[in-house]
């Protein structure tokens, strides 16, 4: 049997770019600095600067020059919605206090799924409802200005 074609990434392609393929990753793998994935033609691998997250819809540009769009793909999450602007933002402030990883939606927050957070939402007054859904949490304060230049 053949061994696949390996194409290799070193960095991201700057916004609006087009792409060639599209490969769906949970957030744990887009967070990976180095990272093997296989697509329908082509293996690929990116070693990409530490501490840098490939957000859903980035695009990868391969050694070849071939374009990798990145979309996050569906995984467990805890979903908090509310009306109330306070009562989320006390929430927030909660999560991240425990350095949780936080979607920010209008008039919700999702995190990966944890019972141990869940119940601490439910001490707080609110309902975390577990579902499946792309994760694609804010950027911390402290990320690499080097991202910037892709939003």
Request: glycine share 8%.
């Amino acid at each position: 049997m053949p061994h696949p074609v390996l194409k290799e990434c070193f960095e991201l392609a700057q916004a609006g770019a087009g792409f060639d393929d599209t490969v769906c990753l949970t957030f744990e793998q887009r967070s990976k600095s180095r990272l093997r994935t296989s697509l329908a033609d082509f293996d690929l691998v990116w070693f990409l600067p530490r501490g840098l997250v490939v957000r859903d819809s980035d695009i990868l540009l391969c050694g070849d020059g071939t374009r990798v769009r990145v979309l996050a793909a569906s995984e467990a999450v805890s979903e908090i919605a509310s009306t109330d602007p306070i009562k989320l933002a006390r929430l927030a402030y909660h999560l991240g206090n425990r350095h949780v990883g936080l979607q920010i939606g209008s008039g919700w927050l999702r995190y990966q799924a944890d019972a141990v957070l869940d119940e601490m939402v439910v001490a707080l007054g609110a309902t975390p409802v577990t579902t499946r859904a792309p994760f694609d949490p804010e950027r911390g304060a402290y990320h690499s200005h080097e991202q910037d230049k892709h939003l």
